[in-house]
């Protein structure tokens, strides 16, 4: 299911688009391009549930693969969140293994 406030564009006329599987303006073939922002949702969904079990660096790569799909506002902000909490996790390693182990 597509987010109800993300909405897509037609990329041959930029006609705004939902649930149909031609473009309503200039009849242009949809499918492809559902395709790719339904494999998107499913790659977050992913990304969300490696989030939730900790799995940063795993969130990180599915969040990054959903945005070269399909690339939305929302997407970029979860993929900077699993890059934040990653790098934030090898932080808190390193300050566990001791100060001195940080790099000046
Ligand atoms: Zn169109």
Redesign the pocket.
């Known amino acids: 299911m597509i987010e109800s406030h993300e909405s897509p564009k037609?990329?041959?006329?930029?006609?705004r688009?939902r649930e149909s599987s031609t473009?309503?303006?200039?009849?242009?073939d949809?499918v492809p391009l559902i395709r790719l922002i339904a494999g998107a949702y499913r790659l977050r969904l992913e990304a969300r549930q490696a989030l939730q079990t900790g799995d940063y660096e795993q969130a990180r790569k599915l969040a990054s693969e959903a945005q070269v799909l399909c690339s939305t506002p929302k997407g970029k902000d979860l993929r900077l969140l699993s890059s934040w909490l990653l790098l934030n996790k090898s932080l808190e390693l390193q300050h566990l293994l001791g100060d001195e182990a940080m790099p000046a």
Do not use: D, T, W
């Open positions: 037609c990329p041959v006329c930029q006609a688009f473009c309503s303006r200039c009849g242009a949809l």
